[in-house]
């Protein structure tokens, strides 16, 4: 009878190690892809990469890959809309030079700026606000004006304000 050397009783020892920890990886994939919050997105993502390959990786004929814009799916939720909107308005000021002008509302990740803003700040400021997180969609709804005098008058009246 052939008696198992030392690398082979070591290796005997470590096979069911080895299981364990193959188990317990895929059991932590399993928890990342199918998380109830963010596994769709990421489900989403891979099944981009392995559609289209990597951002940048050029294709057959030299050609890369176009760039992708991921759009994210959430559900309503009124406390994350709002915080969104906190946001947003604290930002203003440091974006705008009249911040009071502008009014702000949010619904399901989709928010709709309104009022009047200055055209030279006009682009800067939907660009920002379009790279925010948790913002799924921009409407733009501001009247752009070339002038800083005539943004003197009536402030805008929000979706919110009309609620009430």
């Known amino acids: 009878?052939?008696?198992?050397?030392?690398?082979?009783?070591?290796?005997?020892?470590?096979?069911?190690?080895?299981?364990?920890?193959?188990?317990?990886?895929?059991?932590a994939l399993a928890m990342y892809y199918l998380d109830p919050d963010l596994g769709a997105r990421r489900r989403a993502l891979l099944a981009d990469l392995v559609r289209n390959g990597l951002p940048g990786e050029r294709r057959?004929?030299?050609?890369?890959?176009?760039?992708?814009?991921?759009?994210?799916?959430?559900?309503?939720d009124p406390r994350?809309?709002?915080?969104?909107?906190?946001?947003?308005?604290?930002?203003?000021?440091?974006?705008?030079?009249?911040?009071?002008?502008?009014?702000?509302?949010?619904?399901?990740?989709?928010?709709?700026?309104?009022?009047?803003?200055?055209a030279?700040?006009?682009?800067?400021?939907?660009?920002?606000v379009q790279q925010m997180a948790g913002v799924q969609k921009l409407?733009?709804?501001?009247a752009s004006l070339a002038h800083p005098g005539e943004m003197a008058g009536e402030l805008p009246v929000s979706l919110e304000a009309t609620r009430r």
């Open 1 to 27: 009878m052939h008696e198992p050397t030392e690398i082979e009783a070591e290796e005997d020892m470590n096979k069911p190690l080895a299981t364990l920890g193959a188990a317990a990886a895929a059991g």
């Open 120 to 128: 030279k700040e006009r682009d800067g400021l939907l660009a920002q």
């Open 139 to 142: 409407v733009n709804a501001m």
């Open 80 to 118: 994350t809309d709002a915080e969104l909107r906190d946001q947003i308005r604290s930002r203003l000021g440091r974006l705008v030079s009249h911040p009071g002008a502008i009014g702000v509302d949010v619904d399901n990740g989709v928010v709709r700026l309104s009022g009047r803003v200055l």
């Open 60 to 76: 057959a004929g030299g050609r890369a890959s176009p760039r992708r814009v991921y759009h994210r799916v959430t559900q309503a």
